[in-house]
């Protein structure tokens, strides 16, 4: 199974700041056929359903806000949020999608101070 | 519009057999396959399994030897089925469904609490 290790397990910011939220996998998650990474990002605010952010590493999903950035490569992903927002109080999650059982990193909680 | 929709018992008693539903609408269950994922209460997420669109199934190892998914096409619902409850097995499970990412629709979830 690929483990995916996620950091921090937790960080507070004021809004207006930006952070950095990284994911790390126990083997190369780009795919030698299409370049593609298959690393998704989640958000999970508080008593809702978690929401897709990003995929392939980099890709936005539709209506994300362009304050969310994804990027990595290989087995090192990095989730941006720049310019944080009161509403961006949420645990977020990264996926790892190339393999089965596809597994979670741990999850980071931002609070907002 | 895609709509994924879990229910089940609510309350659970240990050793026993949780048996959930997806009901879901706006696709078919033959074009596209559903997912479950858990979090036990105050923790990650963890993926469960799978049905394919076509109707083949798999399994977190972890799981695989408690865990069944099926479904029945013609109502547009896929079940799950895991026996030997324990608590830790207590927390919210979801139904979920890719687009050109994983899990880009999810259920509300359904909390299941493992207690005698």
């Known amino acids: 199974d690929i483990v995916m290790t996620q950091s921090p397990f937790s960080l507070a910011v004021s809004e207006g700041e930006m952070v950095t939220i990284n994911c790390k996998s126990s083997?190369?998650?780009?795919?030698?056929?299409?370049?593609?990474?298959?690393l998704a990002w989640y958000q999970q605010k508080p008593g809702q359903s978690p929401k897709l952010l990003i995929y392939?590493?980099?890709t936005r999903q539709s209506g994300v806000p362009d304050r969310f950035i994804g990027s990595g490569s290989g087995t090192d992903f990095t989730l941006t949020i720049s310019d944080v927002q009161a509403e961006d109080l949420a645990d977020y999650y990264c996926?790892?999608?190339?393999?089965?059982?596809?597994?979670f990193g741990s999850g980071t909680k931002l609070e907002i101070k | 519009q895609v709509q994924l929709t879990e229910s089940g018992p609510g309350l659970v008693h240990p050793s026993e057999t949780l048996s959930l539903t997806c009901t879901v609408s706006?696709?078919?269950?033959?074009?596209?396959?559903v997912y479950w994922v858990r979090q036990p209460s105050g923790k990650g997420l963890e993926w469960m399994g799978r049905?394919?669109?076509?109707?083949?199934?798999s399994y977190n190892s972890a799981l695989k030897s408690r865990l069944s998914i099926s479904r029945d096409t013609s109502k547009n619902q896929v079940f799950l089925k895991m026996n030997s409850l324990q608590t830790d097995d207590t927390g919210t499970y979801y139904c979920?469904?890719?687009?050109?990412?994983?899990?880009?629709?999810w259920g509300q979830g359904t909390l299941v609490t493992v207690s005698s």
């Open positions: 979920t469904r890719d687009n050109v990412a994983p899990f880009a629709y």
């Open positions: 706006g696709f078919s269950l033959t074009g596209y396959s």
């Open positions: 049905m394919r669109y076509n109707g083949d199934t």
């Open positions: 083997q190369s998650l780009l795919s030698s056929g299409n370049q593609k990474n298959y």
């Open positions: 392939y590493a980099s």
């Open positions: 996926l790892q999608h190339y393999s089965y059982p596809l597994t």
